[in-house]
């Protein structure tokens, strides 16, 4: 099962073993419990599939300069595909905006080896288990942590733009790099340390996309503003 495309071979390694990791946790009780309880239920229009119910490892380019930080799987989407998001109405939004903007192959992610490869991209998420009602608890983001602080420290020479999707995301990395002087806000560009930038965005669910509180012009001028700013530094 590939879960990387391009990229430096020890830093691929390293994190595929880190994936291997998430794979076989069972740190959360109430989380293994929820994501067993899920696929025990499958709705009518996918009862036809067997779902990943299992933590949801992260994926993309080991060299990656873009760096995006989810939240966590969504019950019927990560969770039934067993990638981030693949089959949902956010990694519709996700998948979208980063082929118009040059950071993927294809402006659809609707399940595993369907050709949506990321480019100079690397998808991650706080939590890698679909939570109830979309909420893990802060113990089970801090057990959850651990595998995102060591994506980071592998990462760390390459990316140059993070985007946080969601007050949870950006307060979750502002913590892991002392930076939690900085406000959330939809659209925030921050300068911190390494020479990085942390972009902040509201997370696409269909809560934020159906009410209009985040619109499609609000969305693609995140990642309009990762590709300007990854564009300037190449020369």
């Not at 430096?8 to 998430?22: A, F, G, M, P, Y």
């Not at 390459?158 to 002392?178: D, E, N, P, S, W």
């Not at 340390?193 to 972009?199: E, I, P």
């Not at 990642?223 to 190449?234: G, H, K, N, V, Y």
């Amino acid at each position: 099962m590939k879960y990387y495309n391009v990229g430096n071979c020890d830093s691929k390694e390293k994190l595929l073993e880190i994936n291997t990791r998430v794979i076989r946790c069972k740190i959360c009780p109430r989380l293994s419990e929820h994501i067993s309880l899920i696929a025990a239920n499958i709705p009518k229009r996918f009862r036809n599939e067997l779902y990943w119910a299992r933590p949801v490892p992260s994926f993309g380019d080991a060299n990656a300069r873009l760096l995006i930080i989810g939240l966590a799987p969504a019950a019927h989407g990560g969770n039934r595909t067993g990638r981030m998001f693949t089959g949902d109405g956010s990694g519709d939004w996700v998948a979208k905006a980063l082929f118009q903007t040059g950071f993927s192959s294809s402006g659809v992610s609707q399940r595993k080896n369907d050709g949506f490869v990321l480019k100079d991209t690397y998808i991650t998420a706080v939590a890698r288990c679909a939570p109830p009602h979309n909420r893990p608890t802060p113990s089970e983001i801090t057990n959850c942590t651990q595998y995102l602080r060591s994506e980071l420290d592998l990462l760390d020479k390459t990316i140059k733009v993070i985007v946080t999707l969601g007050h949870i995301a950006f307060q979750t990395y502002c913590k892991l790099i002392g930076s939690t002087a900085i406000e959330f806000q939809h659209g925030g560009k921050f300068n911190i340390k390494g020479n990085k930038v942390l972009l902040s965005s509201y997370h696409p669910s269909r809560q934020n996309t159906n009410t209009g509180r985040l619109t499609w012009g609000m969305w693609i001028q995140i990642f309009q503003t990762a590709r300007m700013i990854l564009d300037s530094q190449r020369y």
